[in-house]
């Protein structure tokens, strides 16, 4: 722990662990394989590895007609990119296909490139699917866990899964032995005394951190969740913190519409009390920066998140 | 004939099975009350000679990896799929008739709910992407002598993804696929971009790095012979591109507008004059490899179920597990 790891950095090398493990995983990648990390794979197994060029539509498909002849592949490329792909990803479902995909760059966080790189509309994408798992995970060892999660479920399982990676390297914050089961979710930070509860995935989860350690130190008590299981979603932690602390802050590198913010809204759509809800999320159209300054600017980092939690504890 | 014999049922019962896929085609819809006959019928002779002389496939065991594969990617002409499965002995005519009812098999387009759909399709565009992986995998993963036949449209031509595919086959040198282009000329609301200009698509498919061979689509011979020439050809796939009629057999419909996505307008008329129900039944040729046991889904051939039985060390950049 303590080391700076790229979470798309361990989903290359646990897909490569999980290629020598396993003789039926298989890995394709619209030629960015060197930014999503699939080439740890393709160096490892390159048998098994299928450059698909930039043509997303043809990976997607190539991966389900692959997936009906019995093999489990992960198909990668930039998040953004793969809403080009989006209709095989609707037929994919509708075929019960067994498909993994792996949508790197995710956010605003990647910085300077600007918003034609950025996928953020990727997690209301993928969680509109039918059946769909949606996956964020914010440190390596956590990736490298939920990549094999992913690979079990589809042993066990059918359905389109879809895992959002980041560029930047992010703190790892969990140990090796830590289990990560898909729908599940962590509480980072908790005390009898919570008055407000963040919950993050992904990039935003350092920002959180980072946010309750300031509130502390101001004598506010906040709780922080790690909703790395975007879809299904962990509905009884969510619920438990709002009974406790009566009010949450969902803060993520995405639209507002239809990701992390949606997916803790509707976790409180059951009929029974809801929590006050305030969704920090990106608002206005990003253009060029550095990661922190992105982070800054789209109001999604520890100063931002801090703000809204002081107005809310007030 | 001997080589007949050799290569199934002799071509002018296979004239016949045209006729009784277009008559099971017809009365599919006209008992769903919805659907695509006019589409099914164009197809009707290309996908006759498939199933009775050139489909390698066993319907008692649609799971072996050395099966050929039929994708539809006119998923609309799912009355022509469920036809071809009826001749196969693999649906009950009652089941047919079941066609796009609540609970019944059969849907409006094809999905895997049925063991012999491998992709579901009805979004134009994708069946032969998923064709390209699927022959991708069979040439590369899992080495066996399986062909993919993949039933195009003409105006799913038009779809950006259809030429993702092209070149991705060709690239891989897929000469285990073939696509079957039925160019009836019409779409759902009017002509298509390229009309019965079948060269139009033979000299992209070609530009593309395709083998194609333009036929008129109606003629079984030609397409017998297409077939065979699509199956020696060595190095990259090939594309069958047949002139043909939509609705053909039934001149109240064939060739016409206006009759895309609906039954037949007198349905019984349209069976006698295609010569009523036929009773031919088809068994396909026996796959052309039967070492593999394997079954395509859930449990693949490299995996011992062991090895996922208890999880191994995962896997973290720093190998700390």
Redesign the interface.
Known sequence: MGDQIATRDAFGQALSALGTAHGDVVALDGEVSDSTRSEFFAKEHPDRFFECYIAEQQMVAAAVGMQARGWVPFASTFAAFLTRAYDFVRMAAVGRANVNLVGSHAGVAIGPDGPSQMGLEDLAAFRAVHGSTVLYPCDANQTAWLVEAMADAAADSRGVRYLRTTRGATPVIYGPDERFPIGGSRVLRSSAADRVTIVAAGVTVHEALAAADRLAADGIAARVIDLYSVKPVDAAALREAAERTGCLITVEDHWPEGGLGDAVAEAFAGGGPVPRLVRLAVRNMPASATPEEQLRVAGIDADAIAAAARDLAA | MREDKREGMDLETVRELGRQLRVDAVRAADAAGSGHPTSSMSAADLMAVLLARHLHYDFNAPSN?CND?LIFSKGHASPLLYAMFVAADALSDEELLGFRRLGGKLEGHP???LPWV??????LG?GL??????????K???RVPTRVWVLCGDSEMAE??MW??A??ASHEGLDNLTAVIDVNRLGQRGPTRHGWDTGAYARRLAAFGWHTVEIDGHDVDAIDAAYREAARTAGRPTAVIARTKKGSGVAAVEDREGHHGKPLPDAEEAVAELGGRGHIRVEPRHPRCERCA??????????PAS??AT??P?????G??
């Open positions: 990896p594969q999905t895997p709910r491998k992709v579901a399709t009805g979004s994708q992407p998923y064709g390209v992986g699927m022959a991708l995998a069979a590369r993963l899992d950006g993804a993702e595919a070149e991705h394997r079954p395509l889904d859930h449990a693949p051939v490299e995996r090895t996922w999880r191994s995962p896997a973290t950049p720093s700390r597990r």
